[in-house]
């Protein structure tokens, strides 16, 4: 069964930075491109990033491009995303996802976790 | 940027009746439409992937359909637990973007 855990949500300052995690299971983890979607509290879905499945290359919306960093590691079957610089309109739930095809780094997202939350406020 | 409009914004309809959701890409997508369920305080959830592939579980009452710029979501039959958000999402091209969700209510 295929598992995504998010951590590292929580309350920082304007301006502050946090790390997010996923933890991956029940699938090759290595094989399948990993992103980052979220969701304001009562607003619709917004892609942030995608990583590839070997973590070479990584794609960024542009409203989070300079300030947050995509990154995998295959060998403990973990996804990360470095956000600095956060402001007030990054408060979100962020979910990690998976795609539905193995390699392609645009597969729509076929497997969510269940979200951690991100509120940036003073 | 590939814009995703979505229509209608809401929408009511009664249990068992059939209801299609639309959406319109601002360029040609070819088949690449995702298109997901999303409940209050939950995860969304991926039905139909490449325009009209059914992701595995889902109930044959989801369907997709179309190519190019325009495409649909439908449901036949519909279901107490299918009342939720529905959004679609444009896979051809980076940066992604999702529709901005349709609302199915119960009468």
């Known amino acids: 069964e295929v598992q995504l855990l998010e951590s590292g949500g929580g309350l920082v300052q304007p301006g502050g930075s946090l790390t997010l995690s996923c933890a991956a299971s029940?699938?090759?983890?290595?094989?399948?491109?990993m992103s980052w979607v979220r969701q304001a509290p009562g607003k619709g879905l917004e892609w942030v990033s995608t990583?590839?499945?070997?973590?070479?290359?990584?794609y960024y919306a542009d409203f989070v491009k300079g300030r947050f960093t995509i990154s995998r590691d295959n060998s403990n079957n973990t996804l990360h995303l470095q956000m600095n610089s956060l402001r007030a309109d990054d408060t979100a739930i962020y979910y990690c996802?998976?795609?539905?095809?193995?390699?392609?780094?645009?597969?729509?997202?076929?497997?969510w976790g269940q979200g951690t939350l991100v509120t940036v406020s003073s | 940027d590939i814009q995703m409009t979505q229509s209608p914004s809401s929408v009511s309809a009664s249990v068992g009746d059939r209801v299609t959701i639309t959406c319109r890409a601002s360029?040609?997508?070819?088949?690449?439409v995702g298109w997901f369920q999303q409940k209050p305080g939950k995860a969304p959830k991926l039905l139909i992937y490449?325009?009209?592939s059914l992701q595995r579980g889902v109930p044959s009452r989801f369907s997709g359909s179309g190519s190019g710029t325009d495409f649909t979501l439908t449901i036949s039959g519909l279901q107490p637990e299918d009342f939720a958000t529905y959004y679609c999402?444009?896979?051809?091209?980076?940066?992604?973007?999702f529709g901005q969700g349709t609302r199915l209510e119960i009468k």
């Open positions: 996802a998976r795609g539905i095809v193995v390699v392609t780094p645009t597969a729509s997202p076929g497997y």
């Open positions: 029940g699938f090759s983890f290595s094989v399948y491109a």
């Open positions: 990583v590839s499945s070997t973590g070479g290359s990584t």
């Open positions: 360029q040609d997508i070819s088949k690449w």
């Open positions: 490449a325009a009209s």
């Open positions: 999402q444009q896979a051809n091209s980076f940066p992604i973007t």
